[in-house]
C-alpha cells in the first residue's frame, strides 16, 4: 500500500493525530509529489525474465527522483535474484531457460 494511502488512513482513524507538531508539520510540507508505479520487465541475459514493481517518487521540483524496485509476487523473480546473487561472476559463464 502506498505510504500516501497509509497515511490518509492514520489520518481517519485518529484526526487528533495532526495535532501532534512532528507529524502535523511534515503533513503541511507535503513535499513530495504524485507517486508513479509501474510493472518493469527486464531480460537479464543469464536468468531470464525479471518482473519488478516500480514505485517512483518525485519532490516538487521534480529534481529528483527515487525509484524503487520489487519483484512482482507470484512470478519466478525473486528467485531468480538470489540465484544470480549466490551465483556472482560465474553466471556470466551460464545461461538459465525462461
Not at 487528533?16 to 509501474?38: D, Q
Not at 517518487?57 to 523473480?77: C, K
Amino acid at each position: 500500500m502506498p505510504l500516501e494511502s497509509r497515511l490518509e488512513e492514520l489520518v481517519e482513524a485518529d484526526p487528533g493525530i495532526l495535532g501532534k507538531p512532528l507529524l502535523a508539520a511534515l503533513w503541511r510540507l507535503h513535499s513530495v509529489a504524485v507517486m508513479r508505479s509501474r510493472r518493469k520487465p527486464i531480460r537479464h541475459p543469464e536468468v531470464g525474465l525479471l518482473e519488478f514493481d516500480c514505485q517512483r517518487l518525485v519532490d516538487e521540483e521534480r529534481t529528483q527522483i527515487l525509484a524503487l524496485f520489487s519483484p512482482v509476487p507470484g512470478t519466478p523473480t525473486a528467485g531468480r535474484l538470489a540465484l544470480l546473487a549466490s551465483l556472482g561472476p560465474l553466471a556470466a559463464q551460464h545461461s538459465f531457460p525462461e
